[in-house]
């Protein structure tokens, strides 16, 4: 797998009905650009009560949030570079995209980009606006 680039996407559920082959472009888009040439990205895409619990367990807050990035950049057996995985709530997200006044596919897109960026180390929390000015250009390019 050198040297290609693959975002895997599971739902836990029953998956929104023709979404999982763009959320894979928009994914493997903003890797792309941000200079990344190999590896997978895992997306789980699940209800409030799962992100609860793992916002509960790796960040010791009890309560959903909206995305969360977990990077890896492991070599596995296979030879394959595992980027790391993100988990995004799907109830959050339709709230937040009702809010805002856009689609859902639009804000999980959004929440995909955002969890893509954290994977490869990009941190709004400890950076001047760097990861935030990205996000901004990768919004205006990939929707």
Known sequence: ?????????RWQGRALPGLSKRLREVGVAALQRVGVVEGELSVL??????????NRRFRHKAKPT???SFPAHDRLPSGTVHLGDVAISVETAA????????????ELCLLLIHGALHVCGFDHEQDRGEMEALEKQLREELL
């Not at 797998?1 to 996407?9: D, N, P, Q, W």
């Not at 895409?45 to 793992?54: A, G, I, Q, S, Y």
């Open 1 to 9: 797998m050198a040297g290609k680039l693959k975002v895997s996407v």
């Open 45 to 54: 895409f699940c209800d409030d009560r799962t992100m609860e619990l793992l």
């Open 66 to 68: 909206d995305v969360l």
């Open 95 to 106: 709230r937040q995209a009702e809010t805002a006044g856009h689609s859902l596919e639009r």
